[in-house]
């Protein structure tokens, strides 16, 4: 698998990507227990489960905020897996995996906190989200986007950790400090500022810097590995996904209050920066 799937950084091909995902299957139908398969290969088998899962209840019940409900608990489920399989295999403690692991789940922890606040783990509970006429199309959306595309994201964004994996398998050293670095104490400290961030944002500077916390996971593999690779793949489409989310917020927040236009021309949607025009005065 890890000679395979590897091609794909190089070559985005169906012929690639067929060999990559049939690798897949042999390396979960040979392996003889559960930590010898990589971390990340397992993880997809779980998202995919999950997935399913997630898609079958929305059927059956009528309700499509059950991915909701698991945005902030899978990445903390896929996180932990490495550190399990690492554990499982006897090698010590990597600092930097483990901080990462460690600062994903406070990231969940808080957030699925929040959630429950708020009322979202109710049964009954159903994030607002914009239908279709056609009820074929609804349930083929309902598969493809809530159910898959979201999971598979929240998979992806937790795959640079199978870069740091590799480092702390390939490069193990028997002091728990020396694949750490000042860039990796860099980026803690600016995940946790960004998480202070978020704590205190309204909803799009929310989303934000939950963008930019997933930015700072990535580049803690580009520490261990020493350059740029494929898994920014994930940040990348995290990104695109609440640039698009914001932008629809606020096409129907307008719609519905349209002098949410003022607010437009005082604050900027996520970058702060200067109002672009002179706003007017209002009573």
Not at 58 to 72: E, K
Request: hydrophobic share 50%; net charge neutral; proline share 4%.
């Amino acid at each position: 698998m890890v000679v395979l799937c590897r091609e794909l950084s190089r070559e985005w091909s169906l012929p690639s990507l067929e060999a990559c995902v049939l690798d897949i299957f042999r390396v979960v139908h040979t392996s003889d227990s559960y930590s010898a398969v990589p971390p990340i290969v397992s993880n997809l088998v779980l998202c995919f489960v999950i997935a399913t899962g997630c898609f079958l209840l929305q059927v059956s019940t009528g309700n499509y905020s059950h991915v909701d409900r698991l945005w902030s608990i899978t990445p903390v489920l896929y996180a932990w897996n490495y550190l399990i399989v690492a554990w499982n295999r006897g090698l010590a403690a990597d600092l930097r995996l483990v901080v990462v692991v460690l600062l994903i789940t406070h990231w969940g922890g808080r957030l699925t906190f929040n959630f429950y606040r708020r009322g979202g783990y109710k049964w009954t509970a159903e994030h607002v989200r914009t239908g279709f006429t056609n009820p074929i199309l609804w349930h083929v959306f309902s598969l493809v986007f809530i159910a898959f595309y979201q999971h598979i994201l929240l998979f992806l964004i937790t795959c640079p950790l199978q870069v740091m994996f590799n480092v702390w398998e390939n490069k193990y050293k028997s002091d728990i400090l020396d694949n750490w670095t000042l860039w990796d104490l860099g980026l803690t400290l600016l995940f946790a500022g960004l998480l202070i961030l978020e704590t205190i944002a309204d909803q799009q500077q929310y989303n934000y810097q939950e963008a930019k916390m997933w930015w700072t996971v990535y580049l803690f593999s580009v520490s261990a590995s020493g350059s740029l690779n494929w898994t920014a793949v994930g940040a990348i489409l995290l990104s695109l996904l609440f640039q698009s989310s914001t932008r629809l917020t606020e096409d129907i927040t307008l719609k519905k209050y349209p002098n949410y236009a003022i607010y437009q021309q005082h604050v900027s949607k996520l970058v702060p920066m200067w109002p672009s025009t002179p706003v007017a005065k209002h009573d």
